[in-house]
C-alpha cells in the first residue's frame, strides 16, 4: 500500500501519480490535500509519515511545490528516509543504496511525464540489501 500526501502545490501532480497508480493496479491510500487552496505541508508528511511507520502503507510519495520543506518534514520522522528525486537515476539510487522509503516531488519542478517516470523506478526498484549500504542506513538511525 503507497501513502499519499501534497500541499497546494503538489496537488495537480498528484493527481496525474494516481492515475498512474490506478493504470498499474496500484492500491493507496490518499491522505491529501484535496485541492489546490492553500495548506501547510507539514500536515501532509506527518500523515504519510506514521502511516509508513504503523505499517498502514509500505512506501509513500509525498509533492509540494518544490519537495523540500514536504520532505524535511518526513526525515523528521525515525525510521522515515525520504528522498527528494528529480530523476530516475536519483530514484533508483535511492532505493539500491538507502532504502528509502519514501519519494518526495516538486510538483513546480518535475512535469508530469518525468514524475510518473520517477514514481515508476521508485515503486520498482529494490533495495539491495548490500552490507555496506545496510551498515550506512543503521548509521542513519542511530543518535
Same mark, same amino acid.
Given at each position: 500500500?503507497?501513502?499519499?500526501?501534497? +500541499?497546494? =502545490?503538489?496537488?495537480? &501532480? /498528484?493527481?496525474?501519480?494516481?492515475?498512474?497508480?490506478?493504470?498499474?493496479?496500484? *492500491?493507496?491510500? +490518499?491522505?491529501?490535500?484535496?485541492?489546490? *487552496?492553500?495548506?501547510?505541508?507539514?500536515?501532509?508528511?506527518? #500523515?504519510?509519515? /506514521? @502511516?509508513?511507520?504503523?505499517?498502514?502503507? +509500505?512506501? =509513500?510519495? &509525498?509533492?509540494?511545490?518544490?519537495?523540500?520543506?514536504?520532505?524535511?518534514?518526513?526525515?523528521? !520522522? /525515525?525510521?522515515?528516509?525520504?528522498?527528494?528525486?528529480?530523476?530516475? !537515476?536519483? @530514484?533508483? @539510487?535511492?532505493?539500491?543504496?538507502?532504502?528509502?522509503?519514501?519519494?518526495? &516531488? =516538486?510538483?513546480?519542478?518535475? =512535469?508530469?511525464? &518525468?514524475?510518473? /517516470?520517477?514514481?515508476?523506478?521508485?515503486?520498482?526498484?529494490? !533495495?539491495?540489501? @548490500?552490507?555496506?549500504? %545496510?551498515?550506512?542506513? #543503521?548509521? %542513519? *538511525?542511530?543518535?
Amino acid at each position: 500500500m503507497i501513502a499519499l500526501g501534497c +500541499d497546494h =502545490g503538489g496537488y495537480e &501532480l /498528484k493527481q496525474e501519480i494516481k492515475k498512474y497508480l490506478d493504470e498499474k493496479q496500484l *492500491e493507496y491510500v +490518499d491522505f491529501g490535500c484535496d485541492s489546490t *487552496e492553500a495548506v501547510d505541508y507539514p500536515v501532509y508528511a506527518k #500523515k504519510v509519515a /506514521k @502511516a509508513i511507520l504503523s505499517g498502514e502503507c +509500505d512506501k =509513500g510519495i &509525498l509533492i509540494c511545490g518544490t519537495g523540500i520543506g514536504i520532505s524535511i518534514t518526513a526525515n523528521k !520522522f /525515525k525510521g522515515i528516509r525520504a528522498a527528494l528525486c528529480t530523476d530516475c !537515476f536519483c @530514484a533508483e @539510487a535511492t532505493r539500491l543504496h538507502n532504502d528509502a522509503n519514501v519519494l518526495a &516531488l =516538486g510538483g513546480r519542478v518535475v =512535469g508530469p511525464g &518525468l514524475a510518473v /517516470k520517477i514514481v515508476d523506478t521508485f515503486l520498482n526498484t529494490p !533495495f539491495s540489501g @548490500a552490507e555496506r549500504h %545496510m551498515n550506512r542506513i #543503521k548509521q %542513519m *538511525e542511530t543518535e
